[in-house]
């Protein structure tokens, strides 16, 4: 499974979101079940971003949440999340 969440940054806050995002994505890729993930910026508008995780299931990735130090960091910026369902099954691959 996958799941994405967007995110709006107001551009003067880029720099910390994107370094606060990378230790997130560090702390979930020693979590089990855990395949890869990324921190994407939308080309056509700056202040889109993404964080796009794949997962070996559900299970593993909402466990992974819990993680230890994951919370204190991911909490202050979820207000930034865009408000919308973000865990995915993948359908087909190419």
């Known amino acids: 499974m996958i799941a994405i969440t ?3 940054v107001p551009e003067a806050d880029a720099p910390g979101f994107a370094a606060e995002m990378t230790a997130v994505l560090e702390t979930l890729a020693a979590c089990p079940g855990h395949r890869s ?3 994407a910026r939308t080309v056509d ?7 796009v995780t794949e997962w070996d299931g559900a299970g593993y990735y909402r466990r992974a949440l819990g993680a230890p130090g994951l919370r204190a960091r991911f909490i202050p910026l ?4 865009v408000d919308e369902p973000g865990a995915y099954e993948v359908v087909a691959y190419s």
């Open 37 to 39: 993930g990324r921190l």
């Open 78 to 81: 979820s207000a930034l999340a």
């Open 6 to 8: 967007r995110y709006r």
């Open 45 to 51: 508008d700056p202040s889109l971003w993404a964080l």
